[in-house]
């Protein structure tokens, strides 16, 4: 992968991570015993068979739609607390950048109102890359990362030695806070209307965000910042209770497009994300990609 091309790629990576990865209002160190020892973090929320479909209601029937009256100043925040109070959730991103497609598959919980989640890509995908969010830590595995083999890389959003780094607005998006000044008040909110999203009754809003906001606040370095646009237009359609079921984003960077769309569903199911033990990661200056 050429430098172009890395950079290409990180700084799509970036602008997608924060609505992707949804973000809670716990504090880190919440589950602070079951981060980092390779031990399991369990959702705590009823088994499939007591949570009816899994879509957050016992009989699978969503009602007709949402109220249509949220707010660009509160939209992100009431969505991604919908999420929280779900208490889980699983999800499919499809992305495209450069005429290559990606698939990969989600699930996240809250633990004591602390987000753990975990990304998978699909078997046959051009690039295999897996990541765990927990304690507001990342940590990613991929191949052609420079990690050692069967390793994690641990982005940690308060280690010093990442400011600055190729990887600080991964590890600072990891972090729930951080996540939601970068997405601050939304510069434009419009309500398109209601649609069927699979079986679902949605609300489509289409929203603008500021790109030098997001790029402050996450601390992503200015080469990176540089070539992202202007404003990040993106779409989602909520459901009766203001959960997302759908996201889509494209945008244009040193004239390659990416585009990604990620639908959520089986809201409440009983998911279970083991966190990387400590024995079992790297941080960037261990692997040599601080600078």
Do not use: C, H
């Given at each position: 992968?050429?430098?172009?091309?890395?950079?290409t790629s990180i700084a799509a990576l970036l602008a997608s991570?924060?609505?992707?990865?949804?973000c809670s209002d716990g504090d880190k160190g919440a589950d602070n015993d079951k981060a980092g020892d390779g031990t399991s973090s369990d959702a705590g929320s009823p088994s499939p068979?007591?949570?009816?479909?899994?879509?957050?209601?016992q009989d699978g029937d969503q009602g007709g739609g949402t109220s249509g009256s949220l707010d660009k100043d509160t939209f992100y925040e009431t969505i991604?607390?919908?999420?929280?109070?779900?208490?889980s959730y699983r999800s499919t991103a499809t992305t495209s950048a450069g005429g290559v497609d990606a698939v990969m598959d989600g699930e996240a919980s809250y633990v004591d109102g602390a987000l753990v989640a975990r990304a998978k890509s699909q078997p046959g995908n051009p690039q295999q890359v897996e990541s765990v969010i927990a304690d507001g830590i990342l940590y990613l595995k991929?191949?052609?990362?420079?990690?050692?083999?069967?390793?994690?890389?641990?982005?940690?959003?308060?280690d010093p030695a990442n400011a600055g780094g190729p990887f600080a607005g991964l590890a600072a998006a990891a972090d729930p806070e951080a996540a939601l000044r970068a997405v601050g008040s939304l510069k434009e909110l419009e309500l398109v209307g209601s649609e069927k999203v699979g079986d679902v009754d949605a609300d489509h809003?289409?929203?603008?965000?500021?790109?030098?906001?997001?790029a402050k606040e996450l601390g992503i370095p200015a080469e990176v910042a540089?070539?992202?646009p202007p404003q990040l237009p993106f779409d989602m359609w909520v459901d009766s209770e203001n959960r997302p079921v759908k996201f889509t984003l494209t945008f244009e960077i040193e004239g390659v497009s990416s585009s990604t769309?990620?639908?959520?569903?089986?809201?409440g199911a009983d998911i279970d994300i083991e966190v990387p033990a400590d024995r079992d990661t790297v941080t960037p200056t261990e692997a040599g990609l601080a600078s």
């Open positions: 992968m050429n430098a172009r091309t890395a950079r991570t924060l609505l992707l990865a949804g068979s007591d949570a009816g479909t899994g879509d957050g209601s991604t607390k919908a999420q929280q109070d779900a208490g991929s191949d052609g990362m420079g990690v050692p083999a069967g390793k994690w890389l641990k982005l940690d959003p308060e809003y289409r929203a603008v965000m500021s790109t030098a906001n997001y540089d070539i992202l769309e990620q639908t959520y569903f089986d809201y």
